[in-house]
């Protein structure tokens, strides 16, 4: 199995503004081989695809010569990216493909590292003394705060506000996969309650972006008063950048935590497959839902159930809140009602807990089917 390993970095005032360069750089390069298929599919309705943008750079780099100053990999990466934004509009998982801004561009792809079967470094590899090596930047400082496990297969150099990171992308074993269907369980995500499972269990919502937003309100407020393009803009613009990165850090810390310790408790986990796109869509929840994250939370324990040996089932989501887990009458109830009372057998639940058991019956049911 592939699995992303992530290390602070710690590259010098020279080092940073060579990686900016090439960000930059790169940017440019998307943003050209973009325009470049949309103008040769509206002109001559030409499909521009990856290979003819490779050929394509091989002519700009004579024209341009500072593209020869960037690691060839990072720019073969680009018409990669190009080509993955138009697929993934085409199958309706991601809007249009737009024009990359300064912020939107943020990471540099290597897909080789280390050494290769003739003894040569690929453009980033690992020095005597465990440090990232390029030749063009040298050595960079790295906290290798836990082991690499496994073969690395790719490196990324991310930008994340004012740190750099490197993640490693690594091939080892997977856990050999022992299901005990005794020991499974189901969990229903909401918003009141972050995850409901179906021994009875309750996780609270911990509403990291509710907590931070009056500080957040207040620090963007400041920055519509400062002049666009001043000292004193930029410094409050890194503020608020840092206010939305506090967020995000508590978030997938606490995600992290909770998708950890339910893969390892758990041998089989069974959750909704909620479309979440449409569910953002509702403009009283949205926010709220958008904070919960729960996409992330479902790929999260995707992995770690594999990592862990035990697996993950997605459900269709129909009707797992109205039916009565006992005895399957449906019970129609609205969003305000947090109690589940079934009329028919008596049985008195809540409403999320019995959702969860729902949730339990429909993965045993579908993972029996497909054994």
Known sequence: MLLNQKYEIFPTY???????RWLHYCRQLYNSALLDKQRKYKQNKENYNRFDMQKQLTIDKEAYPFLKGIPSQPLQEVFLRVT??????FRKDASYPKLKKHKDYNSLTFPQFGINKKGHKYAMSFSA???LFNTMLGEVDILLHRPLEGKIKQLIIKRQGQRWYAIFCVERQAVSSSID???A??????LHQYAVLSNGKAYENPGFLRKQEKQLMKAQRTLSKKKKGSANYAKQAQLVRQHHEKVTNQRRDFLHKLSFNLSKDYSVIAVENLNIRNMVKNRRLSKSISDAGW???RNMLAYKCEKQGGVLVKVEPKYTTQDCSSCGE???KSLSIRTHICMKCGTILDRDHNASLNILKKGLKQLATTE
């Open 14 to 20: 020279g080092q940073k503004e060579i990686v900016e």
């Open 84 to 89: 993955k934004a138009f697929d993934n509009f």
């Open 129 to 131: 003394n465990g440090k």
């Open 181 to 183: 269907l005794n020991n």
């Open 185 to 190: 369980v189901g969990i229903d995500v909401g």
């Open 295 to 297: 996409g992330l939370f």
């Open 330 to 332: 449906r019970v129609k």
